[in-house]
């Protein structure tokens, strides 16, 4: 028994590892992508494609969260049976939001209208990439992702080898971006070995999961909202030299970023197995997985925030003077996210969507409140600092939360479960 509880301890860090670098293919190819677009393009033009790659970020977050998201809260073989009818949601949502944003684009003048037509045209393949890659997190077979995720960085990277003339217009960078995402769909679409749904089972679906895909899509809303207007609220109040500051800090901290959030879904499958088969020790999970992710992180983070002089400005050129004060402040929210983030798993793995979106209804103009008068009456290191604040008191919000639910679902017959089951638990994580 003993041995058995190393070999799927080691294969559950095994399969935490395919995660987080998952997470990291997938940022390293918008990276690149950013990379070579601020190399290529004018400033103005710079501009707009931030603009574009925001829109695409709203649109794929939106599908994800009727599709990908909703996968991750059914088990592997529900997960692996619907995996085919989720391709069609959000191919059906790609499409609408690609017939928008040309509408859109028509209406515009200027880049950000030329930038936003290869998106319209591409954004069924990208809903469709993206979804592919939770199908895999959903079903266990972490390599569908990794395929179409390593793909899009390869295109990525072949494209701008090609095409990385000066003279190249938005238009172009754009189309080598989109197009290299639906072109890593396609060619991992085969590996799916999913027949097409019927439109009756496409219809069940849906009817049985309406209530999570509602509650998904606020509760992704409501974190859009949160994180960018920051942005806004710095620009406004503050000035540019603020934006730079808070985007400075943040780029820098992106890789702990992503393994943070590749922390953060991997454990999704694993708290639903958890609340399906050993209830009573769902809460002791929680907070164990907190607590590593939460120490992990902040000394990941506080590493990072003490790098050398010449390496911040490797990464961030003039905008490392504006960025490199607030480090160790921005150091704390990724830590104190993460903690607050698995509360969030834990009672969606319960089916309490609709609690943990009560709990963002609260946080998010508390933050936003905090946030606009720091930058009144304040500087941006005020501003952090109000973020981090409005976070830490989040936590008490997401773990009362947890907890009242926690207590009021668990059955209490499995609350007398022999402690001696800990092992079998154990052997879920494989």
């Not at 540019?240 to 999704?268: D, W």
Request: hydrophobic share 55%; proline share 3%; net charge positive.
């Amino acid at each position: 028994m003993k041995y058995q509880s190393v070999r799927t301890a080691a294969k559950s860090m095994f399969r935490v590892g395919l995660f987080s670098i998952d997470q990291a293919l997938s940022s390293l190819s918008n990276l690149a992508a950013s990379i070579a677009a601020a190399h290529i393009l004018s400033a103005g033009d710079f501009g707009a494609f931030g603009i574009v790659f925001a829109t695409y970020l709203l649109v794929v977050l939106s599908a994800r969260a009727v599709t990908g998201e909703v996968l991750l809260l059914a088990d592997a073989g529900r997960a692996n049976a619907n995996g085919a009818i989720n391709l069609v949601v959000a191919a059906v949502v790609g499409l609408g939001a690609g017939m928008i944003l040309l509408g859109v684009a028509a209406l515009l003048r200027g880049p950000v209208g030329v930038g936003l037509v290869p998106l319209a045209v591409g954004m069924v393949g990208l809903t469709v990439q993206d979804t592919i890659r939770y199908i895999g997190f959903a079903t266990r077979r972490i390599e569908l992702a990794l395929v179409t995720d390593a793909l899009w960085l390869a295109f990525i990277v072949l494209g701008f080898f090609f095409v990385s003339d000066s003279r190249s217009s938005l238009g172009e960078v754009t189309t080598i971006w989109v197009g290299s995402g639906v072109a890593a769909a396609f060619c991992t679409l085969p590996l799916l070995r999913t027949a097409r749904p019927r439109w009756s089972a496409i219809a069940a679906w849906l009817c049985e999961q309406k209530n999570a895909m509602r509650n998904l899509l606020f509760d992704r809303g409501l974190v859009s909202v949160s994180q960018q207007s920051i942005i806004y609220v710095v620009a406004l109040f503050i000035g540019l030299e603020g934006n730079a500051a808070y985007r400075g800090a943040q780029i820098v901290m992106a890789p702990i970023n992503v393994l943070s959030v590749g922390l953060v879904t991997a454990v999704v499958p694993y708290l639903v197995r958890v609340w399906g088969r050993r209830p009573a020790t769902l809460k002791k999970e929680a907070i164990r997985i907190a607590a590593i992710s939460g120490f992990g992180l902040l000394g990941l983070t506080q590493l990072v925030a003490n790098m050398p002089d010449w390496l911040g400005r490797a990464i961030l050129a003039e905008s490392w003077t504006y960025g490199q004060p607030v480090l160790h402040v921005m150091a704390m929210i990724i830590p104190l996210q993460a903690v607050n983030f698995t509360a969030a798993n834990a009672m969606r793995a319960m089916g309490r969507t609709g609690a943990a979106l009560a709990v963002r209804f609260v946080s998010v103009p508390m933050t936003l409140l905090a946030v606009v008068a720091a930058a009144y009456w304040g500087d941006i290191g005020a501003v952090i600092w109000a973020q981090v604040g409005t976070t830490a008191a989040a936590m008490l919000l997401w773990w009362s939360a947890f907890s009242r639910t926690y207590r009021h679902d668990c059955p209490p017959s499995a609350n007398k479960a022999d402690a001696a089951e800990q092992p079998e638990l154990n052997a879920d994580l494989s």
